[in-house]
């Protein structure tokens, strides 16, 4: 589930009554306690009004609690006020209700069929999350092994929520459109909604527009402008687009080759336990390059990747396992005990 920090939600708030003046608008006072940093007084206001029956401001502290931002965060405090939200009619609070019943994280009970209910009356307010969500759940629906999987009903509620310019609505669309999901393939229309879900803020959609260069898919092939796409989600830490970006170094698609600068952004994506990264890392030490030979750190990184679901990485560990020596199969088993890096910092 994609949590919205406390900022931007009193910052929607404060939208939503922007008709009121400051100093007659509690969500507008509590907006402008966040944005100087008292999360305690921004809580409180939101709190004060909830408990008077406003669901926006409900939902903005069960958000809070979600993220550990009013303390440690606890699932199961966030759904008592998910459900003075809920109680209100707020369509954002019926649909993280939902979304928290369908996901079950400690403490909460798994309720498929009241989430189901509850998502089903946010899209009907017209809210874009919840139409969304209500898609993904048809979707999941949907008879593939059928004669003809009938895919018209979630891409009525997609093409709905990406008309409002809801990242995951537009990006999902390009999927329907790429596959030709309840209409003819248009891959060139796809690109379009490609383009729109990433300057929305969709990294997915950033990611996939340099694929989308690489292979001249609705677009034309342009390796450079894949590096663009590439580069601006990785600096926003999004770990597949590191390993692409880490890839067009390695191979010198689109600049010049640079195992070094591979190797950095291979490492990002390693930090943040994503499997390809820490296999494609692995490579790098295993063939010394862009630094030294390192056979400890290859199988480290190697064995990482398995735990990560990487099954490809199997044959490399277990062939550069079978070369260590006993001390340096007590490094690594060190290592991988610790959790700790490899030695990254001798790249």
Known sequence: MKHLVLASLLASLACASAVRAADEDPLQAAREAADKGDTETALKILKDEAEKGNGEAANAVAEAILNGRAGKASPTEAVKWFEKAVAAGDPAGQTNLALLLLTAPAGVEKDAERARFLVTQASEKDYAPAQLELARLLESEIDLDGPTPDWSE?????????AKGNPGAL???????????????????????????????????????????????????????????????????????????????????????????????????????????????GQLFEGGLGTRADA???????????????????????????????AQKAEAARLLAAEQPPHTEER
């Open 171 to 281: 990006f999902t669309m390009v999927r329907y459109l790429d596959e030709g999901l309840g209409g003819p393939p248009e891959p060139d229309k796809a690109t379009d909604f490609c383009i729109a879900a990433a300057r929305a803020g969709s990294l997915e959609a950033m990611n996939e527009m340099g694929l989308r260069y690489q292979a001249g898919k609705g677009i034309r092939t342009d390796n450079v402008a894949a590096v663009g796409w590439f580069t601006v989600a990785a600096q926003l830490g999004f770990a597949p687009a590191q390993v692409n970006l880490g890839q067009c170094y390695s191979k010198g698609e689109g600049l010049r080759q640079d195992y070094n600068k591979a190797g950095e952004h291979f490492a990002a994506a390693a930090k943040a336990h994503y499997a390809p990264g820490e296999f494609l890392l």
């Open 154 to 162: 979630p891409r009525d509620l997609l093409e709905k929520a990406a």
């Open 296 to 326: 400890v750190s290859a199988f480290v990184l190697y064995s990482r990747a398995v735990a990560h679901g990487l099954a490809e990485a199997e044959a490399r560990r277990d062939e550069i396992g079978g070369k260590l020596d006993p």
